[in-house]
C-alpha cells in the first residue's frame, strides 16, 4: 500500500478485512480491491443476512487474493480468532444495519449491530495493533437540513454537530464515538467516511431506488411516504468504491470525510424519472401516496469539499447510473435473492419489535460457520 499523507503511515503487509463483504457496497468494495489490487489479500465478511449475497461476489471467486469468511462482527472470540489467523492488518468495516423502516420497529437489533459490532472490532482492531481501520457510516449522523437552514449553511461539514433522528442514524452516530474514542484514547489509526445514499447493482430492493424498479419489473404500483417532497443526493457505487479507496490509501488517520454528489432530487422527482426510462406516463396507476414513516427527514446535504482535495470526484452522472442499475435489475432481480425480495416491496416493510426477553439477554454472536 502506498504511503499516506501525513498522519497515516505505510501498511507494511497487504490483508485486507471488508466487513459486510458479500452486501451491496461492501460486494462492489471487494470486487474493486481484489481486481485492482493482486498482491493484496482481501477477505470478505459476512453473516448473510437477508440483503446480502454471494452471487454478488462471483465474479472474483476465482482469484487468488480472494476469500470469503461467514461470521457476525459481534463474535468478539471469532473476530480475535480471524484477525490473528489471517494477520489481518487493515479493517473496511461496512457491515451494519442500515434500512431506516426496520430500525423503526427493531432498533434493538440496530444497537447490537451497529453498536456492539463496532466495538468489538475496535477491541480486537486495538488488541492486534491493527494498522488502518476505515469506518463507513452515513450522512444521516447529521440530522435533517430544511431548505430555510439551507440559505444560511447550505451543506454539512465535517465538523458539523452530529444530530440523527432515526435509530439507525443514532446508532450509527454512536458507532463513530466509540472510533474517534479509541483513536483518542489508544491512537488506533482510524479514519471515519460519510456518504449520501448510494444506488447501483447489488442493491436489496428495500432502498427507494431498487425498490421502485423492481416494483415497476413486477407491474405494482411504487409507494411514496407522505407527499413526496422529501429530497435525498444520490452517488453511483462506483464513486462511492473509487472514494474509500483513495481514503484507504490517502486518508490521514483521524479525520472524517464526507462523500457525496450535488445530484439532488425528490422522491416524487425520482419516482417520475424511474418511470420515464421505463416510457410509462400512466401515473395514476403507477403512484400510490401512502402514510410517511414515524419520522423522514426532509433532506440531507453534505459538503465533500475535503475529500475533493484527495482527488476524488463522481464520474457517473445520475441518469448514467440509473441507466446501469436498471438494466442489471431487468436481467437479476428475479433471481439474485431467490423469492426473498416480495416483503421489501409493500409500503411499510419493517420487522416485528423485538421480544421483551432480548431486554434481559447479554448480547450473544450467532453460531458461527468456520472459516
Given at each position: 500500500m502506498s504511503t499516506a499523507v501525513s498522519g497515516s503511515r505505510?501498511?507494511?503487509?497487504?490483508?485486507?478485512?471488508?466487513?459486510g463483504g458479500a452486501g451491496f457496497i461492501g460486494s462492489h468494495v471487494v470486487i474493486h480491491l481484489v481486481k485492482s489490487f493482486p498482491s493484496w489479500n482481501i477477505y470478505a465478511f459476512d453473516k448473510l443476512d437477508y440483503c446480502a449475497s454471494l452471487k454478488s461476489l462471483q465474479e472474483v471467486v476465482d482469484y487468488p487474493n480472494y476469500s470469503f469468511i461467514k461470521g457476525d462482527v459481534c463474535s468478539a472470540e471469532f473476530i480475535n480468532y480471524l484477525l490473528s489467523e489471517k494477520k489481518i492488518d487493515v479493517i473496511l468495516h461496512l457491515a451494519a444495519q442500515s434500512h431506516v423502516d426496520n430500525s423503526f420497529g427493531d432498533s434493538l437489533e440496530f444497537t447490537r449491530n451497529n453498536v456492539y459490532g463496532t466495538h468489538v472490532l475496535l477491541e480486537a482492531a486495538r488488541a492486534h495493533k491493527i494498522r488502518r481501520f476505515v469506518h463507513v457510516?452515513?450522512?444521516?449522523?447529521?440530522?435533517?437540513?430544511?431548505?430555510?437552514?439551507?440559505?444560511?449553511?447550505?451543506?454539512?461539514?465535517?465538523?458539523?454537530?452530529?444530530?440523527?433522528?432515526?435509530?439507525?442514524?443514532?446508532?450509527?452516530?454512536?458507532?463513530?464515538?466509540?472510533v474517534m474514542a479509541y483513536y483518542k484514547s489508544f491512537k488506533l489509526p482510524i479514519i471515519i467516511t460519510r456518504s449520501n445514499n448510494i444506488f447501483g447493482p447489488f442493491q436489496y430492493p428495500e432502498k427507494i431506488i431498487p425498490k421502485f424498479i423492481c416494483s415497476i419489473l413486477k407491474n405494482l404500483p411504487c409507494y411514496i411516504h407522505g407527499d413526496g417532497s422529501n429530497s435525498r443526493r444520490y452517488l453511483f457505487a462506483g464513486d462511492l468504491t473509487r472514494a474509500l479507496t483513495i481514503i484507504l490509501l490517502h486518508g490521514k488517520f483521524g479525520?472524517?470525510?464526507?462523500?457525496?454528489?450535488?445530484?439532488?432530487?425528490?422522491?416524487?422527482?425520482?419516482?417520475?424519472?424511474?418511470?420515464?426510462?421505463?416510457?410509462?406516463?400512466?401515473?395514476k396507476n403507477s403512484i400510490r401516496f401512502v402514510e410517511d414513516r414515524a419520522f423522514n427527514d426532509k433532506r440531507y446535504a453534505i459538503d465533500s469539499s475535503k475529500i475533493h482535495s484527495l482527488g476524488w470526484r463522481p464520474t457517473t452522472t445520475f441518469e448514467e447510473g440509473i441507466r446501469i442499475t436498471i438494466e442489471w435489475y431487468r436481467a437479476h432481480a428475479d433471481n439474485w435473492w431467490g423469492d426473498n425480495i416480495s416483503s421489501a416491496l409493500v409500503p411499510h416493510p419493517g420487522r416485528k419489535f423485538p421480544p421483551l426477553q432480548f431486554l434481559t439477554e447479554s448480547f450473544k454472536a450467532d453460531e458461527m460457520d468456520g472459516m
Amino acid at each position: 500500500m502506498s504511503t499516506a499523507v501525513s498522519g497515516s503511515r505505510e501498511v507494511a503487509s497487504h490483508n485486507i478485512l471488508v466487513t459486510g463483504g458479500a452486501g451491496f457496497i461492501g460486494s462492489h468494495v471487494v470486487i474493486h480491491l481484489v481486481k485492482s489490487f493482486p498482491s493484496w489479500n482481501i477477505y470478505a465478511f459476512d453473516k448473510l443476512d437477508y440483503c446480502a449475497s454471494l452471487k454478488s461476489l462471483q465474479e472474483v471467486v476465482d482469484y487468488p487474493n480472494y476469500s470469503f469468511i461467514k461470521g457476525d462482527v459481534c463474535s468478539a472470540e471469532f473476530i480475535n480468532y480471524l484477525l490473528s489467523e489471517k494477520k489481518i492488518d487493515v479493517i473496511l468495516h461496512l457491515a451494519a444495519q442500515s434500512h431506516v423502516d426496520n430500525s423503526f420497529g427493531d432498533s434493538l437489533e440496530f444497537t447490537r449491530n451497529n453498536v456492539y459490532g463496532t466495538h468489538v472490532l475496535l477491541e480486537a482492531a486495538r488488541a492486534h495493533k491493527i494498522r488502518r481501520f476505515v469506518h463507513v457510516s452515513t450522512d444521516e449522523v447529521y440530522g435533517e437540513v430544511d431548505h430555510q437552514e439551507a440559505c444560511k449553511n447550505p451543506d454539512m461539514n465535517e465538523t458539523s454537530i452530529l444530530a440523527p433522528s432515526n435509530p439507525y442514524a443514532a446508532t450509527k452516530a454512536a458507532a463513530e464515538c466509540l472510533v474517534m474514542a479509541y483513536y483518542k484514547s489508544f491512537k488506533l489509526p482510524i479514519i471515519i467516511t460519510r456518504s449520501n445514499n448510494i444506488f447501483g447493482p447489488f442493491q436489496y430492493p428495500e432502498k427507494i431506488i431498487p425498490k421502485f424498479i423492481c416494483s415497476i419489473l413486477k407491474n405494482l404500483p411504487c409507494y411514496i411516504h407522505g407527499d413526496g417532497s422529501n429530497s435525498r443526493r444520490y452517488l453511483f457505487a462506483g464513486d462511492l468504491t473509487r472514494a474509500l479507496t483513495i481514503i484507504l490509501l490517502h486518508g490521514k488517520f483521524g479525520e472524517t470525510y464526507n462523500i457525496g454528489s450535488d445530484c439532488e432530487i425528490t422522491n416524487l422527482e425520482l419516482t417520475r424519472s424511474l418511470l420515464r426510462h421505463f416510457n410509462i406516463a400512466d401515473e395514476k396507476n403507477s403512484i400510490r401516496f401512502v402514510e410517511d414513516r414515524a419520522f423522514n427527514d426532509k433532506r440531507y446535504a453534505i459538503d465533500s469539499s475535503k475529500i475533493h482535495s484527495l482527488g476524488w470526484r463522481p464520474t457517473t452522472t445520475f441518469e448514467e447510473g440509473i441507466r446501469i442499475t436498471i438494466e442489471w435489475y431487468r436481467a437479476h432481480a428475479d433471481n439474485w435473492w431467490g423469492d426473498n425480495i416480495s416483503s421489501a416491496l409493500v409500503p411499510h416493510p419493517g420487522r416485528k419489535f423485538p421480544p421483551l426477553q432480548f431486554l434481559t439477554e447479554s448480547f450473544k454472536a450467532d453460531e458461527m460457520d468456520g472459516m
